[in-house]
C-alpha cells in the first residue's frame, strides 16, 4: 500500500472499541456514515451525525470515542500534501489545500447532500485502488496517476462542500460537551505544571466528582489519561524538534516529577525510550 495516499471505505463494526489520541503527518479527511461517534480533535468535541466530514492537518492530536456495541461505520483518506503538491502546482491549485493549512481542523455537516454522496463514491474508487489484495505495484505508473487523479477529485468536491457550508457553528453543543471542552483546553495550556483533580477542580470551579465523571462520558479518558497523554505529545515534539536538548530537561518542562516515572511512562507507551525514538525520528529527516 501506498504510505504517500492511504484510503479505507466504509470500515465497519460494532463492539468495544479502544482508540488511542494520535496525531501523524499526513492530512486527514473523515467521513462519518452512521453509527455513533463523538469525536475529540484537540480540546474540541464533535457529536457527529451521518453526512458529517471533518478535515484535518494530522499533527492537531485527536481520536474518536464510539459507543461500545453501537454501530460504527466511516470512511477515511489519509494523503502526503508533499505526494499531491507537484501536480497542484502545475494546474495552479494549491488553494485545494488551504482547508487542512488554515483551519487545523473543521467540520463539514453536507446532511448527506448530493455533493456528499459523489464525494463518498470517489473515494470508493479511490479505496479500490488502495487496496492490498489487487497486488498494486506502487512503482506502476498508471496506477499512480489514477490515485492522483482522484485524490484531485476528493479534493475539489471538499472545497466545494466548504464553501457551501461556509464552516457555520453547528448545534448548540450540551452543557456536558462545553464542560469537557473546557477541562480539555485547561489541561493544554497547564500540561506542564503539577496537577490534580482537585487542583483542576478548584480551578474550574466543579466538583471532583462532576469533573472526573463529565470527562470520562463525554472523552472516553480519565482526566489524569488526558492529561499524560498531552505530556507525552509533547515530549516526542520536543525530542523531534531540539534534538540537544537533554531528556531530563525534556522530561521536567512537560510536567513530569521525575526522570524515571518519565522514562518508564514513555518506554510503557512508545515501546521504546525517548533516547531511542529520538534516534529512530532523525534518522528519518
Same mark, same amino acid.
Given at each position: 500500500?501506498?504510505?504517500?495516499?492511504?484510503?479505507?471505505?466504509?470500515?465497519?463494526?460494532?463492539?468495544?472499541?479502544?482508540?488511542?489520541?494520535?496525531?501523524?503527518?499526513?492530512?486527514?479527511?473523515?467521513? !462519518?456514515?452512521?453509527?455513533?461517534?463523538?469525536?475529540?480533535?484537540?480540546?474540541?468535541?464533535?457529536?457527529?451525525?451521518?453526512?458529517?466530514?471533518?478535515?484535518?492537518?494530522?499533527?492537531?492530536?485527536?481520536?474518536? %470515542?464510539?459507543?461500545?456495541?453501537?454501530?460504527?461505520?466511516?470512511?477515511?483518506?489519509?494523503?502526503?500534501?508533499?505526494?499531491?503538491?507537484?501536480?497542484?502546482?502545475?494546474?495552479?491549485?494549491?488553494?485545494?489545500?488551504?482547508?487542512?493549512?488554515?483551519?487545523?481542523?473543521?467540520?463539514?455537516?453536507? %446532511?448527506? %447532500?448530493?455533493?456528499?454522496?459523489?464525494?463518498?463514491?470517489?473515494?470508493?474508487?479511490?479505496?479500490?485502488?488502495?487496496?492490498?489484495?489487487?497486488?498494486?505495484?506502487?512503482?506502476?505508473?498508471?496506477?499512480?496517476?489514477?490515485?492522483?487523479?482522484?485524490?484531485?477529485?476528493?479534493?475539489?468536491?471538499?472545497?466545494?462542500?466548504?464553501?457551501?457550508?461556509?464552516?457555520?457553528?453547528?448545534?448548540?453543543?450540551?452543557?456536558?460537551?462545553?464542560?469537557?471542552?473546557?477541562?480539555?483546553?485547561?489541561?493544554?495550556?497547564?500540561?506542564?505544571?503539577?496537577?490534580?483533580?482537585? !487542583?483542576?477542580?478548584?480551578?474550574? %470551579?466543579?466538583?471532583?466528582?462532576?469533573?472526573?465523571?463529565? !470527562?470520562?462520558?463525554?472523552?472516553?479518558?480519565?482526566?489524569?489519561?488526558?492529561?499524560?497523554?498531552?505530556?507525552?505529545?509533547?515530549?516526542?515534539?520536543?525530542?523531534?524538534?531540539? =534534538?540537544?536538548? =537533554?531528556?531530563?530537561?525534556?522530561?521536567?518542562?512537560?510536567?513530569?516529577?521525575?526522570?524515571?516515572?518519565?522514562?518508564?511512562? !514513555?518506554?510503557?507507551?512508545?515501546?521504546?525510550?525517548?533516547?531511542?525514538?529520538?534516534?529512530?525520528?532523525?534518522?528519518?529527516?
Amino acid at each position: 500500500m501506498n504510505e504517500n495516499l492511504i484510503t479505507f471505505y466504509r470500515l465497519s463494526g460494532t463492539g468495544d472499541y479502544s482508540f488511542d489520541y494520535h496525531s501523524h503527518q499526513e492530512y486527514e479527511i473523515y467521513f !462519518f456514515h452512521s453509527g455513533s461517534c463523538r469525536y475529540l480533535i484537540n480540546n474540541h468535541i464533535y457529536d457527529l451525525k451521518p453526512g458529517d466530514i471533518l478535515l484535518m492537518d494530522g499533527m492537531t492530536l485527536h481520536r474518536p %470515542n464510539v459507543q461500545p456495541n453501537y454501530e460504527y461505520i466511516r470512511s477515511v483518506v489519509h494523503f502526503s500534501p508533499l505526494w499531491i503538491k507537484g501536480v497542484l502546482q502545475e494546474m495552479g491549485s494549491m488553494y485545494l489545500l488551504d482547508p487542512f493549512q488554515n483551519l487545523q481542523h473543521c467540520l463539514i455537516r453536507t %446532511n448527506e %447532500n448530493d455533493k456528499s454522496k459523489y464525494l463518498e463514491d470517489v473515494c470508493r474508487r479511490l479505496s479500490q485502488l488502495s487496496n492490498p489484495t489487487l497486488n498494486i505495484e506502487d512503482n506502476n505508473i498508471q496506477v499512480e496517476t489514477e490515485r492522483k487523479v482522484l485524490l484531485l477529485q476528493v479534493l475539489i468536491i471538499v472545497n466545494q462542500l466548504v464553501k457551501e457550508a461556509r464552516l457555520e457553528i453547528p448545534d448548540k453543543k450540551e452543557a456536558k460537551t462545553e464542560q469537557a471542552e473546557k477541562i480539555a483546553s485547561y489541561i493544554q495550556l497547564n500540561y506542564m505544571k503539577k496537577l490534580t483533580l482537585d !487542583f483542576i477542580a478548584e480551578e474550574l %470551579n466543579v466538583s471532583k466528582s462532576y469533573l472526573s465523571h463529565v !470527562f470520562k462520558e463525554i472523552t472516553g479518558f480519565t482526566v489524569m489519561e488526558y492529561l499524560m497523554k498531552c505530556r507525552l505529545t509533547q515530549v516526542k515534539y520536543l525530542l523531534e524538534m531540539e =534534538p540537544d536538548k =537533554p531528556l531530563k530537561d525534556i522530561a521536567y518542562e512537560c510536567g513530569f516529577e521525575s526522570v524515571a516515572h518519565f522514562s518508564r511512562y !514513555f518506554r510503557e507507551k512508545v515501546g521504546v525510550t525517548a533516547k531511542e525514538y529520538r534516534r529512530l525520528r532523525l534518522a528519518m529527516e
